[in-house]
C-alpha cells in the first residue's frame, strides 16, 4: 500500500492546561506510525492581554507514514456543528467531519462540546486555502501569529490556538480520519484539542494539487 503522508504542526496563544484523563476514549485510533522531524516549526505563545508580543519555542512537526486507519465513531447530534455547510464541497465534509470527531472525543472525556464559531471558521478556512495557494505549510506563513489572524477575522479571543496538517489520502474521509488519528497521538496536538480552556472553534480546509490542508483553530472568550 502506498503510505499517506500527514505532516502536522500546533500554534497556541495563552498555553492551554495540559491534564491526563483516566478512562476509555470513544475513539482509539492506531498507533502504528513512523515519524521525521520536519523542520521550520515552532510553538507560538503569548499573553492574552499582549498579543502581540510572542515567545517562540522549537516544536518538532511530523511527517507521519501510516498503514492502518481506525473509523471516526458516529456523531452524536449534539456535537455536530449544526446550522453551517457540511455537505456542498468535500472540503466542508472534511472540516465538519474532523470538528465531530473531536467533539466526540472531548465528550467522552466528560468535557464541553466546542461550539462552531462562524467568525473562527472563516479565518480557518481562509488559512488553510493561503497554505494551499502556495503549496506551503507552516504557522504564520501570512506574517501573523494565529491570534493576530483571528484578531483581523473579527475574533475577540482571550486564548487561542491552531493545529494544522496536511495529506495526500484521495478521499477526505479517509483524510479526516487520519488528520484527528494524528492529532490525537501527538502530546501537544492531543493537549490543545482536550483544553478546557477553549469553549469554540473551527476547522477550515482547502485543496491544492494532491494536498488536503487543514487548520483547526480553537478560542475561549
Known amino acids: ?3 499517506k503522508f500527514v505532516w502536522l504542526a500546533i500554534a497556541l496563544v495563552a498555553l ?4 491526563s484523563t483516566d478512562g476509555d476514549a470513544l475513539y482509539e485510533p492506531s498507533q502504528q506510525t513512523e515519524t521525521d522531524a520536519a523542520p521550520d516549526t515552532s510553538t507560538d505563545v503569548a499573553e492574552a492581554s499582549t498579543p502581540d508580543t510572542t515567545v ?3 516544536l518538532p ?3 507521519v507514514s501510516t498503514t492502518d486507519t481506525t473509523p471516526l465513531p458516529e456523531a452524536a447530534p449534539d456535537t455536530a456543528p449544526n446550522g453551517i455547510d457540511c455537505e456542498s464541497t468535500d472540503e466542508r465534509r472534511f472540516a465538519c467531519c ?3 470527531a473531536i467533539n466526540d472525543y472531548r465528550t467522552s472525556l466528560g ?3 466546542l461550539l462552531w464559531d462562524p467568525k473562527v471558521a472563516i479565518a480557518a478556512e481562509w488559512y488553510s ?3 494551499a495557494d ?3 505549510f507552516a504557522h504564520g506563513l501570512d506574517g501573523r501569529k494565529v491570534g493576530s489572524r483571528l484578531t483581523d477575522f473579527g475574533v475577540d479571543w482571550t486564548a487561542a490556538g491552531e493545529n494544522i496538517a496536511r495529506n495526500t489520502t484521495s478521499s477526505w474521509e479517509e483524510s479526516c480520519t487520519q488528520v484527528f488519528d494524528q492529532w490525537f497521538g501527538s502530546p501537544s496536538h492531543h493537549a490543545l484539542m482536550v483544553s478546557p480552556k477553549y469553549t469554540h472553534g473551527a476547522v477550515g480546509v482547502a485543496r491544492g494539487g494532491d494536498w488536503w490542508y487543514a487548520t483547526l483553530n480553537v478560542v475561549a472568550y
Open 111 to 113: 468535557l464541553s462540546a
Open 1 to 3: 500500500m502506498i503510505p
Open 129 to 131: 486555502q493561503y497554505m
Open 61 to 63: 512537526a511530523t511527517d
Open 16 to 19: 492551554p492546561s495540559c491534564s
Open 98 to 100: 474532523t470538528f465531530t
Open 56 to 58: 517562540e519555542d522549537a
Open 134 to 136: 502556495l503549496g506551503l
